[in-house]
């Protein structure tokens, strides 16, 4: 996904179906690898694994968007279009053991905000959804694997409960539709406030409540 060739055949399929289904006109651009974070070893180097680490999240995450959006921007170059990525909170929130995802979807809020400038005046419009803990997906199974881990999560969040898929979809209907007309550029998280404070804390007590592996102590 790094590369542009191999998006052309994922961008290629709605053109081709545009006959029965009509141009493309919104996209929602979901890449994102989620790792499990490693606890602390003592040593101050970023705890990532050279399966999940920066140059392959950055690949996935960062230019695997990239590549997206460039390849569509031909079918989404008309009045009216719209563009969702989708984000994460440590894009603008530091966590440890997350160093990889931290620069990534950084890059990703960055590139929200760059295309809507560029792409404005050929009438799309690009903005960012930053999704917080959602019951029943494969990233917070990971990164909240456990039940006290999950009640950490919870308890930090301000709306005092986990998200849904529907939360998100909900924000992702509004911005692609016309009540968002004059909205772009926009990174908008739909967490119930975790990222007000609480998903630095909550990130902070799971690591130290994941059991250390066999060779991790630092002794």
Not at 52 to 62: Q, R, W
Request: glycine share 12%.
């Amino acid at each position: 996904m790094g590369r542009r060739q191999s998006c052309r055949p994922l961008v290629g399929r709605p053109h081709r179906s545009q006959p029965r289904f009509g141009h493309l006109e919104e996209g929602i651009n979901l890449l994102h690898v989620v790792a499990r974070p490693r606890p602390p070893t003592g040593s101050r180097e970023p705890q990532v694994r050279p399966a999940a680490g920066p140059l392959a999240v950055g690949a996935a995450s960062l230019l695997g968007s990239y590549q997206v959006l460039r390849a569509a921007h031909p079918l989404l170059r008309r009045p009216g279009a719209v563009v969702i990525n989708v984000s994460a909170p440590q894009a603008s929130l530091p966590m440890g053991l997350q160093a990889h995802v931290c620069a990534a979807k950084a890059g990703v809020d960055m590139l929200t905000r760059v295309l809507a400038i560029e792409w404005g005046g050929d009438g799309i419009r690009v903005n960012s959804v930053v999704p917080g803990p959602i019951e029943g997906t494969e990233g917070m199974a990971r990164l909240a694997p456990t039940q006290q881990a999950r009640e950490t999560v919870r308890a930090t969040v301000p709306a005092a409960r986990w998200g849904t898929p529907r939360d998100v979809a909900d924000v992702c209907l509004f911005l692609a539709s016309p009540l968002a007309a004059y909205v772009t550029g926009v990174v908008l998280p739909a967490d119930g406030g975790w990222s007000l404070g609480g998903a630095i804390t909550a990130m902070t007590a799971i690591a130290a409540q994941l059991p250390k592996r066999s060779g991790d102590d630092s002794g």
